[in-house]
T-cell receptor, first 115, second 113 residues
Framework: DAGVIQSPRHEVTEMGQEVTLRCKPI?????LFWYRQTMMRGLELLIY????????DSGMPEDRFSAKMPNASFSTLKIQPSEPRDSAVYFC?????????????FGNGTRLTVT | AQTVTQSQPEMSVQEAETVTLSCTYD???????LFWYKQPPSRQMILVIR??????QNATENRFSVNFQKAAKSFSLKISDSQLGDAAMYFC??????????FGQGTRLTINP
């Protein structure tokens, strides 16, 4: 079990550029979550999917943010255009079931810096 | 590498009683932060309590307190006077320097009325 795999580990980009973060959940897990970690707000849920379908995207801060899950083994979080205030660590997590009692398995995160 | 281990996948407690959730960690650094997060059905991650490793005094937040044993690398969470609203998944997490949070696997807490 390779765990949840996120790429890239670090991303540095200039304001206005498009950024795409990638996540591969654990095989067999059918729920996937995107979180953002900042010093000011801690961990925030951005969006989560069950069986590739977005269930709750109320945490997505702005229209500049979008997330897709084209299949059970891959998801992307895109920011276009990026802004310095988007600088944060972005975590992807997966769980085996959609139940609220299912444990989350976190990836190692992507540290995004927008200059 | 940093690791965080929560050895209790599930715990239950009677309402109004006290429960302790366990967490152990491993890090080579001397300066780091430890956290307990609560995840209710909304899936949001709510910060419950935070402990700076350089502080010897255990952090407390109302009914929530920690037992931080730095030498043993142990960071348990005590919930006093448990309430039905405390039912959730609880995650222990560690961060050092400018690194990313490392999470334990979580403990599901059930409150029995």
């Amino acid at each position: 079990d390779a765990g949840v795999i996120q790429s890239p580990r670090h991303e540095v980009t200039e304001m206005g550029q498009e950024v795409t973060l990638r996540c591969k959940p654990i095989s067999g897990h059918n729920s996937l979550f995107w979180y953002r970690q900042t010093m000011m707000r801690g961990l925030e849920l951005l969006i989560y999917f069950n069986n590739n379908v977005p269930i709750d995207d109320s945490g997505m801060p702005e229209d500049r943010f979008s997330a897709k899950m084209p299949n059970a083994s891959f998801s992307t979080l895109k920011i276009q255009p990026s802004e310095p205030r988007d600088s944060a660590v972005y975590f992807c997590a997966s769980s085996p079931r959609g139940s609220v009692n299912s444990p989350l398995h976190f990836g190692n995160g992507t540290r995004l810096t927008v200059t | 590498a940093q690791t965080v281990t929560q050895s209790q996948p599930e715990m239950s407690v009677q309402e109004a009683e006290t429960v302790t959730l366990s967490c152990t960690y491993d890090t080579s650094e001397s300066d780091y932060y430890l956290f307990w997060y609560k995840q209710p059905p909304s899936r949001q991650m709510i910060l419950v309590i935070r402990q700076e490793a350089y502080k010897q005094q255990n952090a407390t937040e109302n009914r929530f307190s920690v037992n931080f044993q730095k030498a043993a690398k142990s960071f348990s969470l005590k919930i006093s006077d448990s309430q039905l609203g405390d039912a959730a998944m609880y995650f222990c997490a560690l961060i050092q320097g400018a690194q990313k949070l490392v999470f334990g696997q979580g403990t599901r807490l059930t409150i029995n009325p």
